[in-house]
Structures are given as C-alpha cells and as structure tokens.
C-alpha cells in the first residue's frame, strides 16, 4: 500500500445523552472539534481523534489538564482506510462527519453521531480517488459556508473540490497549486494564522515546514516558513487548540514514537516550547 500523508485532525459534536445540558456546538467551528460530550457542557474543546491500525479510533480529549483522558468512539469501523479526513459538518445537520478512503480509492462519508442515537451512517461518495496521493480537508476553504477537501494528484497538482452543504460536491474541482510533490506531509492547519480562515500546513523534503495561510475565498496568501528540521517527523497533525491557550498546536510523532506538541503562537508561528505528551503507540491510520 503506498503511503500517503493526511490530515487527521479534530471536528465536533458525538454528544452523548445527558440531562438538560446546552445544545452541542456547531460541526462547522473553526477549529474541526471532533467530540462534545455532556460534561464539556457548551465548551468547545479541540480533541485528537487516534485510529490504530486494527480500526480501533480513540480520543484525547483537548481541555485543561486532560490531555491523557482516552476515550474509545468505535471499534473496526474503517479498517482498510487509508486516508481520513475530518471536514467539519459535511452533510449540513449540525454533527460533525468523517470522510475516508478505501484502499480501492472509494471515498465514503460516515455521519455524525447525534445525541440518542448508538451508530452513524456510512455512505460512499467519491470513487478513483487513489490517484491522489495525499489528502486533507481545511474545512470552509472556499468561504461559502460547506467544508471542502484538497487533493495532491501524482503530478503534484493541487485541486480543491468543494462540497455543496448536504453532503455530496459542487460540480468541477478548480486546480489551486502547482509542484506540490515536493511535500511529505499535507496537513490542515485550521487557522493557524489567526485571521479567521483556514490554512494549510506543509513539509517539503528537506525537513522544512510551511504555512500556507488560505485568503478565505479559496486560495492562498504569501506562504510563511514556521519550521526546520521536521524530518524525522513520521505524523504531523493540527487538531486546534489542544492546550487551551486561545491557539491552534501542532501535534507530530518522531521516528521513536514519542509524540510532541509544539503550541502555537496565535499569528502562524510556534512558541518553542514543545513538550512531549502522552500518546498511546499507534499506527494512526499509517
């Protein structure tokens, strides 16, 4: 199986029944929060969705303090998928839903859970995407109000395909890069910058990292360098702000394992503060 880079980052709402609490958060907040459960109450925290490599998915939930909190959401849901992607709210119902890819290049939603409800639907919606060789969803790239995915071909081109708001695409896909097969690893980097819009983060083959701050219109402001050294890194994931601090983090696995989190500055930059954090070992989907 070739391997690809991802996104897996963090979305919003499986709200679990509870008595009389807030409504969940919208599924298409900024930050992609995966899970909001009834103790979060009507806080949005910015968790870690893990997938091992048997399908096992877990979380960490993002919140002062609780970073070692490991909840488990499924058991050998998507076993053969080899790409995820967490867009926000992808059918428009106010949950947060899951794209994969199939080792065969089917492309499948699966719904939200929604409070009272034990499973979610799985429903494909694109075939041949294994001719991509990397995927991510920045959310609203677009700036139309529906989550979008951007897909790496094997030229290296860039195209962004945008979704309609219910669940399926906009017809056509708009090409918005050029030679990016010079990347190792394409990741969302929800709003990294802090100005509102999505952005997209990346590592060329030299170990530098990059920020590509999204216009909110479906391209790009001038590209930023915010990293050296990032080639021993074998994952990178932004799931939001998983410290609590009011900014977007960056989470990466090293060639040993040991998983870091390097918090974010607000403005598209790192503090240099890195720690390392408590991970279980996994395969993460790679």
């Known amino acids: ?6 996104s897996i980052a963090a979305l ?4 679990l029944a509870a008595p009389a609490v807030a409504a969940p958060a919208r599924a298409d907040d900024s930050w992609h929060n995966f899970i909001q459960i009834w103790w979060d109450w009507d806080v949005v925290y910015s968790d870690l969705l893990v997938v091992e490599g048997n399908g096992d ?4 939930e993002g919140k002062p303090n609780w970073e070692t909190q490991l909840l488990t959401i499924g058991h050998t849901v998507i076993p053969d998928a080899d ?4 867009p926000g709210d992808w059918d428009g119902d106010g949950y947060a839903d899951w794209l994969y890819r199939h080792a065969d ?11 009272g409800h034990g499973s979610a639907y799985i429903s ?3 075939w041949g995407w294994d001719v991509m060789t990397a995927l991510t969803s920045p959310g609203d790239w677009d700036g ?10 094997s030229s290296g081109a860039l195209w962004t395909y945008r979704g309609d708001g219910t669940g399926g695409w906009i017809p056509g896909r708009t090409q918005v890069g050029w030679g990016w097969n010079i990347m190792t690893s394409i990741f969302s980097g929800h709003d990294f910058s802090g100005d509102g819009v999505p952005d997209v983060i990346a590592r060329d083959t030299n170990g530098n990292l990059w920020l590509y701050p999204g216009n909110g219109t479906g391209g790009w402001k001038p590209r930023l360098q915010i990293g050296w050294g990032w080639t021993d890194m074998d994952l990178m994931v932004a799931p939001g702000d998983f410290d609590y601090d009011g900014y977007g983090d960056v989470i990466a696995k090293d060639g040993a394992g040991a998983f870091w989190l390097y918090p974010g500055n607000g403005s598209g930059g790192f503090t240099f503060a890195r720690r390392q954090i408590d991970i279980i070992p996994s395969k993460l989907l790679g």
Do not use: N
Request: proline share 2%.
């Open 83 to 86: 790409a995820l992607l967490l």
């Open 124 to 126: 494909q919606i694109g």
């Open 12 to 15: 919003l709402v499986f709200f």
């Open 57 to 60: 998915q877990w979380v960490y």
């Open 105 to 115: 290049g089917g492309l499948h939603v699966r719904g939200g859970l929604k409070e």
């Open 144 to 153: 139309d109000g529906a989550p979008d995915v951007l897909a790496r071909d």
């Open 1 to 6: 199986m070739r391997r690809i880079s991802f």
